[in-house]
């Protein structure tokens, strides 16, 4: 049986290489309206052949308790004031002045409690308020909050409208916090499911993501700095299953729509215009049928972009504010960097220079430290992927988007010039990574069996293991990976008689 | 779409009737709305993200939670001025506590953060202080120095003085560091390091301390 199922796979996959033209192979691939996802047939993989329930409710078992298990090791610490403490002596000028407690240099007070808030995520508690007043109030200026005001003022301002009042504003950006979680593990399995793969290998994506630390490391967080790849996993969702179904109007509207709001959620807007473009180009190249189709495709998305930006400026200069990119020049940056390559071409001394806002040749050795923090993470989600590219070569589009949206998470710290690597950046890589993990163990166990089965699960719980193992390393890994961060040994804090042990 | 209201209706009235007229968060609202209206088909989903928006847009909380007071703006520093003295009380019985877990503390660090530190000298009454260093970051320094102990076992608590002996003022950096009900804000702390545990160790200035209780 088993013998028989995969001698049809592999007669599958040769008549795939061979008997058919490149255009009908991207055309499974295919994100545009001619191939609509509810068409492509599921991969009837052996993996759900054998005991299909049994294995999912397994796994299903697992997802649930991985969220338990985050909740309990994450909640109750407010892991991006502990990162920045005085026991880590944070080397860093933006801390200057500010690091003893905690980047925090003010008690506030709710009721008989007292507590201290990080400089950088109290204004979104405003911007939350602001969204309650029905008339028209004064938004925050912080900048850095306008940049993702959405998931950080806005949503949260309708928990707090659902709890009638009784809802704190604090607890309402916590609660959006979890939803964004859990949306972010429901989308990690639409994904997979979108892209034809079968329910089990959906689950094992989404046990995968359930451990993600960039969601845990937030429970408690105020500022939502990863919505931008939330939201950019739920447009690969929409793209792959929604987008085919609609309308051309429907799709001009969805986009407006979509820039607008992304446009204020940490950069989601950038994202979803990247993975547009790149997918748009890709498929255009690979197939000439339905090259009108992705070029009407890009065009309505950079219009789209275009009219939601300044949609946005328009709301964002009526209230006063001011988004953070704005206090950057990247005409500068860009002159800069090309005056850095034409002296470098011609032979000329480049000290003094930079490329990328990064002094000399440093934006390499920084974005190569960065890669490294990336790896270490969780390697077992690097190294699946770069070693079953073949199995996974039917998703060239998802293995071009890993390197191209890893570094335009980067982007940030070329603008900024910063050395400083915050894995909320890699975000949106890291979802691709982790959606192409579960896809080649649910490829490897149809390959080789029954070898295939043993390596599946191993790989599956790999990830999951590297993502959920070690709580303070992850802590130390997603706040730039320093050796400042002692993780290696127990953290004990002690005031007067009370005693905190971190880890 | 065509089938329900026009998305923008609720806000449009909301806006019209002076009901809400916050035109960001309609604005968001409107586009959340539209968003959901395209990507859900479903008559029964559809027709409750109708009933959810029209409540969103009309109802707001009132009064609104509101915003932690603050208790504190901790931003300036305390100065020592010349010839004065700070005293610290640190209680450290958790070194003894955690021996058999972390291992031997046989000596420690004291931490001080703030401005022109090298006019202090500290003096602890049941240890020792040496290698006493001064480096300067940006504005701020930072002072570190060794701290022993005597004997052969860690005292339960220690009192850690800071005297300006020179005639500039020094400056100790203050800060929201809590715990409980209680504001530890000076920057003056003890830390012990063991290959297997880091312990962290805030105290209280007395005078401050003696006001507060």
């Known amino acids: 049986m088993a013998g028989t199922k995969l001698q049809q796979m592999l007669e599958a996959e040769i008549k795939s290489l061979i008997g058919t033209s490149m255009g009908k192979l991207w055309q499974v691939a295919s994100t545009s309206g001619i191939v609509p996802f509810v068409t492509v047939p599921s991969r009837d993989l052996p993996l759900s052949a054998s005991s299909p329930r049994i294995m999912q409710g397994t796994v299903f078992a697992l997802i649930i308790l991985l969220a338990a298990w985050n909740i309990v090791s994450y909640l109750g610490t407010d892991w991006e004031l502990l990162f920045s403490k005085h026991y880590f002596y944070l080397p860093y000028k933006q801390y200057a002045g500010n690091y003893y407690v905690g980047y925090a240099q003010t008690v506030f007070s709710d009721g008989d409690r007292i507590f201290a808030i990080h400089k950088e995520a109290f204004p979104s508690l405003n911007q939350v308020h602001s969204f309650l007043d029905t008339n028209d109030p004064v938004y925050d200026q912080n900048a850095q909050s306008v940049d993702r005001i959405y998931t950080s003022g806005f949503l949260p301002s309708l928990i707090a409208r659902l709890g009638g009042g009784h809802v704190g504003l604090q607890t309402s950006i916590e609660v959006i916090n979890i939803l964004l979680w859990l949306a972010s593990i429901l989308l990690t399995y639409l994904v997979i499911r979108a892209w034809s793969f079968d329910q089990l290998t959906a689950l094992a994506g989404a046990a995968i993501a359930t451990g993600f630390p960039v969601y845990s490391l937030m429970f408690t967080s105020l500022k939502t700095q990863y919505a931008g790849a939330t939201l950019f996993l739920g447009w690969l969702y929409i793209d792959r299953a929604i987008w085919p179904r609609l309308t051309a109007p429907e799709r001009i509207v969805l986009l407006l729509v979509t820039f607008t709001v992304s446009m204020v959620t940490a950069g989601a807007a950038y994202f979803i215009l990247a993975y547009i473009t790149i997918r748009c180009l890709f498929m255009a190249a690979v197939t000439r049928s339905i090259r009108a189709d992705q070029f009407f495709d890009l065009f309505a998305a950079i219009a789209a972009f275009v009219i939601g930006k300044l949609v946005n400026d328009m709301l964002v200069a009526h209230y006063h504010l001011q988004s953070t990119l704005t206090q950057y020049r990247l005409d500068k940056t860009v002159n800069e960097t090309v005056d850095f390559i034409l002296a470098a071409l011609s032979g000329q001394d480049t000290a003094g220079m930079k490329l990328l806002n990064f002094p000399g040749y440093s934006f390499f050795t920084t974005m190569m430290t960065f890669v490294g923090n990336f790896v270490s993470a969780n390697p077992v989600i690097v190294v699946v992927p770069l070693l079953g590219i073949w199995l996974l070569r039917q998703q060239p589009l998802l293995l071009i988007l890993v390197p191209i949206m890893f570094l335009l998470g980067q982007a940030i710290s070329v603008l900024y010039g910063w050395d400083w690597y915050y894995a909320y950046a890699s975000a949106p890589a890291t979802h691709i990574l982790i959606v192409l993990t579960a896809m080649a163990a649910s490829l490897v166990f149809g390959w080789w069996r029954p070898v295939g089965s043993v390596l599946a699960a191993i790989i599956i719980f790999g990830a999951v293991y590297f993502f959920n193992a070690d709580p303070p390393s992850n802590f130390k890994n997603y706040y730039g990976n320093l050796s400042i961060y002692t993780v290696d040994r127990h953290l004990y804090v002690y005031h007067d008689y009370d005693m905190t042990k971190y880890w | ?213």
């Open chain 2, 1 to 213: 779409m065509s089938r329900t209201t026009h998305p923008k209706v609720p806000a449009i009235v909301a806006w019209g009737t002076g009901q809400n007229v916050n035109l960001f968060y309609l604005v968001e609202l409107s586009c959340t709305y539209i968003a959901l209206l395209i990507l859900i088909h479903q008559p029964s989903f559809r027709f409750g993200i109708f009933i959810l928006v029209l409540f969103f847009v009309f109802y707001s909380p009132n009064p609104a939670p509101s915003r932690p007071a603050v208790r504190e703006v901790l931003t300036e520093g305390l100065v020592v001025l010349p010839n004065t003295q700070q005293t610290y009380r640190f209680l450290v019985n958790g070194l003894a506590d955690r021996q058999t877990e972390c291992g031997l503390f046989q000596h420690g660090e004291v931490h001080i953060q703030g401005e022109n530190l090298t006019s202090l000298k500290l003096q602890a009454d049941r240890g020792w202080i040496s290698q006493q260093e001064v480096k300067r970051f940006y504005r701020e320094s930072r002072l570190k120095a060794r701290l022993e102990f005597p004997g052969q076992f860690p005292p339960k608590e220690l009192r850690l003085v800071l005297l300006n002996s020179q005639q500039d003022q020094a400056i100790v950096r203050r800060g929201a560091e809590i715990s409980g009900s209680t504001i530890y804000p000076d920057a003056v702390y003890l830390v012990f390091v063991t290959d297997r545990c880091v312990l962290v160790f805030h105290g209280r200035n007395e005078i401050t301390a003696d006001a507060g209780s």
